[in-house]
């Protein structure tokens, strides 16, 4: 909130309005680039990254911004002046880098008009060295500059294990921070001792009795895993001599796995082998897919998912609200 104006992705059903918005030539801070002709069906394909950003007042738009995460760069910035706040391009533009970030971009590039270029500048970014007085001024921003420093340490673990830079963006993955607080949820089936946050906790249970009454036996493989953990499994098949690209086709890398956040569940039920996709043959299975959105558990890779990550019937992630 900041003068009444909340910054929030855009969603679905507010598609054919922004559209009609953009035709209607809201004044933009962004240069260099075409419209594209289906403006509706461009802005549909920034809704599941959430890489369209809106800023409103009740319900009018202040101004909205898009992001480009394959090419890290800022697409748009249109503003509405009499609805904007003086702050709003600084809190889109906040938005937007913060957005990049979490996909693990280290660096966001605009092409801007020349009379804002002034204004880009004074939010940290820069000219390229090698800029023509005469070329529409391409201005770039390092984020790891003043960022949150547990996401800095991320990405340079990401870099000290020769994790390709891209692979947040790649696999359309966020880097996942560590829980903070973490209560015990039980033993898993190899006998160790396991945690999640709290709400994912009492979820988990009340979801795992609610399997018990259709007489379906959930068991836990694994829950919460920390970022050294799944560093450590890395650097030992490194020194295994297994390749990036092997481990990568098994493993989240450190930073990205879900099981940080202390959210996502491993699971499976007698007599199925854990982590094996035969456990997507099973009646468990079947009601999970069925019934765990009701307690805020959504299966994160399902069968042929965007994030090209082989289907994990068994893996699941709390989410705050049920049915997200
Ligand atoms: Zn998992």
Not at 50 to 67: F, H, V
Not at 104 to 114: H, P
Not at 136 to 152: C, F, H, I, N, R
Not at 208 to 225: D, M, N, P, Y
Request: proline letters at 6%; charged letters at 25%; one cysteine or more.
């Amino acid at each position: 909130m900041n003068n009444g104006i909340r910054i929030r992705p855009a969603r679905n059903a507010e598609l054919p309005t922004l559209a009609r918005l953009i035709e209607n030539q809201l004044p933009d801070m962004m240069a260099g680039r075409k419209r594209p002709n289906n403006i509706e069906g461009h802005l549909a394909s920034l809704i599941p990254d959430k890489s369209l950003i809106l800023a409103t007042r009740g319900n009018r738009l202040a101004g909205l911004t898009a992001i480009d995460l394959d090419h890290a760069r800022i697409l748009a910035c249109y503003l509405d002046p009499e609805t904007a706040s003086p702050e709003t391009p600084r809190e889109l533009f906040k938005a937007v880098e913060q957005l990049a970030l979490s996909f693990g971009i280290r660096r966001l590039e605009c092409q801007v008009k020349k009379q804002v270029s002034g204004f880009i500048q004074s939010m940290g970014y820069s000219l390229a060295a090698d800029h023509a007085e005469d070329k529409t001024p391409v201005l770039s921003k390092d984020l790891l500059e003043g960022a949150d420093p547990e996401l800095v340490a991320l990405i340079k673990l990401q870099d000290e294990l020769g994790i390709p830079a891209d692979y947040g963006v790649r696999h359309r993955m966020c880097l996942q921070t560590e829980a903070k607080t973490l209560i015990p949820v039980g033993r898993d089936i190899f006998d160790r001792d396991q945690r999640l946050v709290p709400a994912a906790a009492t979820a988990w249970t009340r979801l795992q009795t609610a399997a018990s009454g259709h007489a379906i036996e959930l068991k836990l493989v694994s829950a919460f895993r920390g970022v050294t953990y799944q560093a450590n499994l890395f650097r030992r098949k490194l020194e295994h001599g297994q390749s990036i690209d092997e481990i990568l086709a098994v493993s989240a890398p450190p930073g990205y796995s879900e099981h940080h956040s202390g959210q996502a569940i491993d699971v499976t039920t007698p007599g199925i082998k854990p982590l094996e996709q035969e456990f997507g043959e099973t009646r468990a299975y079947r009601w999970l897919r069925s019934n765990a959105g009701i307690y805020g558990f959504k299966e994160t890779y399902p069968r042929d998912n965007r994030h090209g990550i082989a289907w994990e019937p068994w893996h699941w992630r709390y989410h705050h609200r049920p049915g997200l």
